[in-house]
């Protein structure tokens, strides 16, 4: 067996990747031409082999997709969006150059991207340019193009540059919003709040009832440090209907940053009426209620986070502590025992501190 799947092995692979893959994978490492594989199959393999970082083998399964199916657009455009999503801009280019006669506004726009990601400033402006007479009959290509331009110089901490690009299309396609998002990012990272609320409010304005919306400005407010503007973006985003586990999360993190415990733990208890098995946000209302000295309601939380995951050590050193607070010390001391019998207490801290409570409270 080859290395590499003797590793895909030994990590348990074969029982969380298709067998098609298996297939493929055998017979290419055995010399075999591969058998007939459906477009979707071809995709999955491809995506696979860049997660493992088997590039080579990528590109032989990428150049027999493209060579099988060389007229099927969809799953070519599949392969191009794949290595953009996974930051492989030499083989994007490769293959868009492959393909560069073709007039076609996906490829050219991942040719854009993957130029503007290698460094190549100067000839993608190029193509930019070139770009704009050839697609210049349809406002779809024109939005497309220019998304793609704006988003890669902004990858590319060029923001002056993909400003300028995003107002541009702003002018040319009549106040599209997808570049208002694409600006803010860029003034962002300028340390532009006072333009950042700018857009924000001209965003509201052109699409004030779409919770995603509400959600996204509330995260670019959390990202200026502005936690009362994202507080009142994610409740509204809850009241136009997003119950989303996103929302809630954020919702509890902003309310927590602010200091607004109770409305925090207002939220956390939402959220786990919706997912009870949800450990991290237990574990986060048993630390509101510490917060507020609800001691009695901190235990609980604790109690039910240890259900979800009784190996945790610090979860009993946290009940131990709530119910040292409560003046319940024999219970403080039987968390610790508790810890010490549910798990490893790789550091010593669970016998440290019932060998302190033990010096404290010899009697009980």
């Not at 991207?113 to 704009?132: D, Q, S, Y």
Request: hydrophobic share 40%; net charge negative.
């Amino acid at each position: 067996m080859n290395d590499y799947m003797s590793n895909y092995f030994d990590n348990g692979a074969d029982e969380s990747y298709p067998n098609f893959f298996l297939e493929w994978d055998s017979a290419v490492s055995s010399g075999k031409k591969p058998g007939f594989y459906e477009p979707e199959e071809l995709t999955e393999i491809i995506e696979i082999y860049i997660i493992n970082n088997q590039i080579k083998r990528a590109r032989h399964a990428i150049n027999y997709a493209l060579r099988i199916y060389s007229d099927d657009d969809e799953l070519l455009y599949d392969i191009l969006l794949i290595l953009n999503d996974f930051e492989r801009w030499n083989d994007l280019l490769t293959i868009c150059e492959r393909y560069k006669n073709e007039p076609d506004v996906w490829i050219d726009s991942h040719r854009l991207t993957a130029l503007l990601h290698l460094g190549m400033e100067e000839e993608a402006f190029f193509l930019f340019k070139k770009m704009k007479p050839k697609y210049s009959e349809n406002k779809e290509d024109i939005s497309i193009f220019y998304q793609a331009m704006s988003e890669a110089l902004c990858d590319a901490d060029l923001f002056d540059a993909s400003i300028e690009i995003t107002q541009e299309a702003i002018n040319t396609l009549d106040m599209d919003i997808n570049f208002y998002w694409l600006q803010l990012p860029c003034y962002i990272s300028l340390g532009s709040k006072e333009k950042v609320l700018e857009l924000a409010e001209k965003i509201q304005k052109l699409d004030p009832l779409n919770s995603v919306t509400w959600y996204r400005l509330g995260i670019t407010f959390q990202e200026i440090g502005d936690n009362e503007k994202a507080i009142e973006a994610f409740e509204y985003a809850q009241s136009l209907g997003d119950d989303s586990e996103e929302v809630l999360v954020n919702m509890i993190y902003t309310y927590h940053k602010n200091k607004n415990f109770n409305k925090a733990l207002e939220k956390a208890k939402e959220f786990l009426n919706l997912h009870p098995e949800s450990f991290i946000i237990t574990v986060m209302a048993a630390k509101l209620n510490s917060l507020m000295e609800n001691w009695d309601e901190a235990v609980k939380y604790v109690d039910e986070a240890l259900k979800i995951t009784p190996q945790i050590e610090t979860l009993y050193l946290y009940k131990s502590n709530f119910l040292l607070h409560l003046e319940e010390y024999k219970k403080a001391k039987s968390a610790l025992m508790d810890g010490l019998i549910n798990t490893k207490d790789s550091k010593g801290n669970l016998s440290r501190k019932l060998f302190k409570l033990n010096e404290q409270y010899p009697d009980l």
